[in-house]
């Protein structure tokens, strides 16, 4: 079983819609959580952190269930830029602080 | 600040070849990373430096070895290349002050072993 499991898609929502990714993670040791996005033959960059009070930035809203050991991410009224494949991270403690990707769900919004 | 560079962007090999990925940050940072990214794999852990002077294995370190050369650079080798090593290389490095563990990426290599 894989340490981090998403969803891979793909999803193909229309503008203006509200898409939701959901990932578990199976390490209850993991201590915190974030989201990457990979554009196309790019690197990973940060979307945003998780907690467990929730958060959002813009359109964005990440939640964290520590008991169901689940992370989620809400993207409201989805632009064409937002096209991109997200990945879910856990990351368990230690000096190297170690990140654990899921392997990623593929979002096309269309026009 | 040009962040985190790899060369070379491109690379095929013929079995048996070795070669050298070079990595390089220019953020001060003191851990630096190795993965590989294969379709439907996600991104997994080759080969991490928590910092300068030491390296650790990470989820699929077989037939990679490392060299952490100083701060600012961190390079993977593969001795004998297998057609199994084909793949998307990132190098990441992070910062271990604080609460941070951005991990930011260079643009990676796209290596092709025949």
């Known amino acids: 079983r894989k340490e981090v499991e998403q969803d891979p898609g793909p999803f193909n929502v229309p503008e203006g819609a509200t898409v939701a990714f959901n990932c578990t993670y199976s390490?209850?040791?993991?201590?915190?959580f974030f989201w990457y996005r990979q554009d196309c033959r790019k690197e990973p960059k940060l979307l945003m952190s998780?907690?467990?009070s929730g958060n959002e930035d813009g359109r964005f809203t990440a939640q964290l269930n520590r008991a169901s050991q689940y992370i989620s991410l809400l993207i409201r009224d989805s632009k064409l830029s937002d096209s991109a494949t997200y990945l879910c991270v856990a990351v368990l403690s230690g000096s190297a602080r170690q990140l654990t990707f899921g392997s990623g769900t593929q979002l096309t919004v269309l026009p | 600040n040009a962040g985190v560079t790899q060369t070379p962007k491109f690379q095929v090999l013929k079995t048996g070849q070795s070669m050298t990925l070079q990595c390089a940050q220019d953020?001060?940072?003191?851990?630096m990373y190795w993965y590989r990214q294969d379709p439907g794999m996600g991104l997994r852990l080759i080969y991490y430096?928590?910092?300068?002077?030491?390296?650790d294995k990470g989820e699929v370190p077989n037939g990679y070895n490392v060299s952490r050369l100083n701060k600012r650079e961190f390079s993977l080798r593969l001795e004998s290349a297998a057609p199994s090593q084909t793949s998307v290389y990132f190098c990441?490095?992070?910062?271990?002050?604080?609460?941070?563990?951005?991990?930011?990426f260079g643009p990676g290599t796209r290596l092709t072993v025949l």
């Open positions: 953020m001060n940072h003191n851990s």
């Open positions: 390490n209850s040791a993991s201590q915190s």
């Open positions: 430096s928590a910092s300068e002077g030491t390296t």
């Open positions: 990441a490095s992070s910062t271990t002050s604080g609460t941070s563990t951005e991990q930011f």
């Open positions: 998780v907690y467990s």
